[in-house]
C-alpha cells in the first residue's frame, strides 16, 4: 500500500505544500491551494530531497530538478510535461512552441490545457511558458507568482520578458 505524505516548506513564493508517495514526489501546490492529506510524521526521503532541491532552486544554485516524480494525467498531458521538462532555466517557449515539439502545431489549446493541469508546479517548468506575443499567461500560482519565478531565473526584467532562441514571438 502507498502512503501519501506532505510537507510544508516555506519559498518566495510563501508556503508550498510538497505531496510525495513513498517513491515519487507526486504535486506541488502554492499557498491557497493546499489540500488535505496526512502530514508528514516520519522523514520521506522523497520529501527531503524535494525540500532541498526547491531550496537550492530558490537560492539560486539549482538550474536542473533531479527527483523522481509520479504526474498521473493522459498520454499526451505526460507528453506536454516532458516538453515542458526540456526547458532549460533562463529560456522560454509559447504554447505554439510546445505544440511544435510535439510534432501537432494545430494542439496549442490542448497544450495549453496540459500546462494548466502540470501537478508538479516549479519542477516541471510551466512558468516558462508564454503567450506568443511575449506576455505572461495564465498560472495555477497567479501571474505574481510566475514573474517571480522568472525573475529568478533572469528571463523577466523590469521591461519585460527577455526573448530566448526558442521563444516565437
Keep these: 500500500m502507498t502512503t501519501?505524505?506532505?510537507?510544508?516548506?516555506?519559498?518566495?513564493?510563501?508556503?508550498?505544500?510538497?505531496?510525495?508517495?513513498?517513491?515519487?514526489?507526486?504535486?506541488?501546490?502554492?499557498?491557497?491551494?493546499?489540500?488535505?492529506?496526512?502530514?508528514?510524521?516520519?522523514?520521506?526521503?522523497?520529501?527531503?530531497?524535494?525540500?532541498a532541491q526547491l531550496a537550492e532552486y530558490f537560492a539560486g544554485s539549482r538550474r536542473v530538478f533531479d527527483l523522481p516524480l509520479a504526474t498521473g494525467g493522459t498520454e499526451f498531458q505526460q507528453a506536454v510535461w516532458q516538453a515542458l521538462?526540456?526547458?532549460?532555466?533562463?529560456?522560454?517557449?509559447?504554447?505554439?512552441?510546445?505544440?511544435?515539439?510535439?510534432?501537432?502545431?494545430?494542439?496549442?489549446?490542448?497544450?495549453?490545457?496540459?500546462?494548466?493541469?502540470?501537478?508538479?508546479?516549479?519542477?516541471?517548468?510551466?512558468?516558462?511558458?508564454?503567450?506568443?506575443?511575449?506576455?505572461l499567461t495564465g498560472f495555477a500560482g497567479g501571474l505574481a507568482a510566475k514573474a517571480l519565478l522568472l525573475e529568478l531565473e533572469g528571463s523577466l526584467t523590469e521591461e519585460g520578458v527577455v526573448p530566448t532562441s526558442g521563444n516565437s514571438t
Excluded at 508550498?16 to 501546490?29: E, F, K, M, P, S
Design 4 to 51: 501519501t505524505v506532505t510537507r510544508l516548506i516555506e519559498s518566495p513564493l510563501g508556503t508550498l505544500q510538497l505531496v510525495a508517495n513513498d517513491t515519487a514526489l507526486t504535486a506541488i501546490h502554492f499557498p491557497g491551494q493546499h489540500r488535505t492529506a496526512a502530514e508528514e510524521r516520519e522523514p520521506n526521503a522523497v520529501l527531503e530531497v524535494a525540500s
Design 85 to 135: 521538462r526540456a526547458i532549460p532555466w533562463g529560456e522560454l517557449r509559447s504554447y505554439r512552441d510546445i505544440a511544435c515539439a510535439l510534432h501537432n502545431p494545430r494542439a496549442v489549446r490542448a497544450v495549453g490545457a496540459a500546462n494548466g493541469r502540470n501537478p508538479l508546479p516549479i519542477v516541471v517548468p510551466c512558468h516558462r511558458v508564454i503567450g506568443a506575443n511575449g506576455s
